[in-house]
Every structure is written in structure tokens, then in C-alpha cells.
């Protein structure tokens, strides 16, 4: 459905997107992710027509949109800061789009009661003036702003990040279910990657204004491309090229000691130990345990290798430091470069 071709965008000397090539399909909820200035606002930027690429093509179903003005594009914008009107309530908020697209009073009243439906904004929270509403509700606000238009393509750009984590974990919820209700094509910009991972169909994760990969938020995590993904996504443990040789000797795996090695805490396990399911057991000892409540990362030493994983407190975990266990991984879910 979106299409970027070739796009490359430089700000005088400096290029921010080099050669962007990206498509996203109907319906997906689509995240671009990586860390601060890696390019994701200023590709996002480039679709709503804010900035013109130096080079390339945005195709949307086909048509070529480079030339075609923001307020014709059909995309709903949601923001960080959530740029509502602060002097109107928040019908007049909701009203304001349809407004402006000549509905008919009746026709305006019904769609505005039926988004605040649909985003929990209740009776007397749509006459309240938005500067009185919380941080969560504004934003609540702003989303079916952008969707009460019903545009083609929702853009978010960082909507979560001003709200503390428990309401960021409960919108960032309400939001997936939103979209796949509304079934509306969207691309979510983030640098957080547990956001990415939770939300999205599928991610692209962008390095100094390029693509390294694109992927489910599974391929991305369990196949990460290059060693920068790896990095980016979630926790590692790296392998040092000592511990590669040992295993590869004691457990007679085929690994090459000389590349950069990773392994997921969530691969490695301490339970139902056994040959037959794993092809690298070796016996380390805790030397940290820090307590997540439902899980605890537990850190093991082997030699001059430490390696941690993930153990759900289920009471058989009631080992303290110093307890020496086996622990196992599969070379399989090694991650090298
Ligand atoms: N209008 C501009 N003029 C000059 N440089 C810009 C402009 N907009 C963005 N840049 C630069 O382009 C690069 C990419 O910026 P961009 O805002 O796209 O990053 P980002 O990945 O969205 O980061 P963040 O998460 O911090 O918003 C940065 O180095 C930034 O300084």
C-alpha cells in the first residue's frame, strides 16, 4: 500500500535517509524503530508531506505522492506532544476535522459521540476543555482526532512517551486494539523497543538513516540480522571467543569461535536439562540474582564467562548465590556475526 523508493532526504550537507526502500502493506500496523536521530521522524516526516525527499518516490496504492499537498494525503497524525487546541473542549476538538470537511451538523454530532465512544471518552469528559484532562485522556483525544476523519493512513509518532509507564503499557493495549478494529493501515515511530516488539506486525529497524532490518517482531528478535539489531533488541549475553572454543571442544558443536557471539537470556534454561533437547550443557555458578517479581534474572559464571537468563519464581527457585547448576542453550539459537 506505502511504498518508499529510493528515498534519500539530506538537510543541506547532511544526509539524513540515504536510500530508503520500504513497503508496507494494508492494514499493517508498521513500526519504525532505533535509537534517537537514526532517521525515523524525518522518514515519517516525508510521508505526511512535511518534507520533500531529495530523491525518490513515495508511491500510496500506486500513486505517486511526492507533489501532493499534507492536508490532500488523507493521514491522521498522532504526536508526542499531543497538539490539541487547548482553549476548546474536546468535542470541539473531535468536531474540528469534520468541520472543516463540510459535514453537516447531525452528521458531526454522530461521528464525534461515536469515536468517544470507541476510545473511552465519556459524556462529561467531552465537554471538559482539554487542558483539564490527564496526560493519558489528551492523548486518548488526540487518537480519535486523527481517526474521527477517517483518514487512509494513521501516522504516530512517539504518542506514548510523555505518559508514565503504567498508562504507556495501557494505551499502548487500547491502541493495537483500535487500529486492528479500525483495520487502518499504520506506521508507529518509536525508539522503545518493547513498544515495537508488543505492537507491531512488523518493525523496521533503522541505523544512522538506514534500513538494517525489516521483519516480525519474532524474526527481528530471534533472527536479528545484523549485529546492531541484535544489540538493539532486548537483552545478551555475548559470548566470549574463549567460551565459543570451549563448548565447541566439551560439547562438540560446530560454532565458529572467531565471530561475535550472542545469546538471548530467554534461550538459555536451568530446566529439564537434557541432551536430547539441548546441545550445550555446562555448569556455572550464581554469582547475582536481581528479582523482576514474576521472573528473576539470575547471572551465572563459567570460568570467565557470565551468562544470564530469565527463571520464573515458581517457589522451585529457591536457590540462592553460590548454588552451582547446569544450564543449556541450543547452538542453534546462538546469534552470530
Ligand atoms: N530540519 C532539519 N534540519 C537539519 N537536520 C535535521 C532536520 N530534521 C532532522 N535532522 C537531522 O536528521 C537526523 C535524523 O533525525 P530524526 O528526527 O529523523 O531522528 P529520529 O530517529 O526520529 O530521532 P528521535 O527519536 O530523537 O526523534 C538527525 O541527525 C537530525 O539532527
Known amino acids: 500500500m506505502i511504498e518508499f523508493k529510493n528515498i534519500q532526504i539530506k538537510f543541506g550537507d547532511f544526509t539524513a535517509i540515504h ?83 463540510k459535514y453537516k451538523k447531525d452528521e458531526v454530532d454522530k461521528q464525534v ?18 487542558s483539564d484532562l490527564s496526560g493519558g485522556q489528551q492523548q486518548r483525544v488526540a487518537i480519535a482526532r486523527a481517526l474521527v476523519i477517517k483518514p487512509k ?32 493501515t499504520s506506521i508507529y515511530v518509536t525508539h522503545d523497543q518493547e513498544e515495537a516488539l508488543t505492537m507491531s506486525d512488523r518493525i523496521a529497524v533503522f541505523n544512522k538513516g538506514n534500513i538494517e532490518q525489516v521483519g516480525t517482531p519474532k524474526e527481528i528478535f530471534d533472527h ?59 555448569e556455572g555458578e550464581i554469582v547475582e540474582k536481581e528479582y523482576h517479581g514474576i521472573s528473576s534474572k539470575v547471572i551465572y559464571e563459567l570460568g570467565n564467562q557470565r551468562i544470564a537468563n530469565m527463571e520464573i519464581e515458581d517457589n522451585s527457585n529457591d536457590y540462592g548465590l553460590g548454588s552451582r547448576k547446569r544450564i543449556a542453550f541450543q547452538t542453534s539459537d546462538i546469534l552470530a556475526y
Open 19 to 101: 536510500n530508503l526502500n520500504l513497503e508496507i502493506k494494508e492494514g499493517e500496523f508498521f513500526t519504525l524503530l532505533g535509537p534517537s536521530g537514526c532517521g525515523k521522524t524525518t522518514t515519517l516526516r516525508s510521508l505526511v508531506g512535511f518534507i520533500n525527499p531529495t530523491n525518490g518516490d513515495i508511491l500510496v496504492n500506486g500513486e505517486r505522492i511526492n507533489d501532493i499537498p499534507v492536508e490532500r494525503r488523507e493521514i491522521g497524525m498522532v504526536f508526542q506532544s499531543y497538539a490539541l487546541f487547548p482553549t476548546m473542549n474536546v468535542y470541539e476538538n473531535l468536531a474540528f476535522g469534520l468541520q472543516l470537511r
Open 113 to 130: 459521540r461515536e469515536i468517544a465512544r470507541k476510545v473511552d471518552l465519556n459524556e462529561e469528559q467531552l465537554f471538559k476543555k482539554v
Open 153 to 184: 493512513i494513521l501516522v504516530l509518532d512517539e504518542p506514548l512517551s510523555n505518559l508514565d509507564a503504567k498508562l504507556r503499557k495501557q494505551l499502548r493495549g487500547e491502541l493495537k486494539k483500535l487500529q486492528s478494529q479500525f483495520g487502518i
Open 224 to 282: 536479528s540480522k545484523t549485529e546492531f539489531v541484535c544489540n538493539f533488541i532486548g537483552d545478551n549475553n555475548f559470548l566470549q571467543p574463549s567460551f565459543l572454543q570451549r563448548i565447541k571442544n566439551e560439547c562438540n558443536v560446530a560454532i565458529d569461535p572467531s565471530k561475535k557471539a550472542y545469546i538471548r537470556p530467554g534461550k538459555v534454561t536451568t530446566k529439564n536439562v537434557d541432551v536430547k533437547k539441548y546441545d550445550v550443557i555446562v
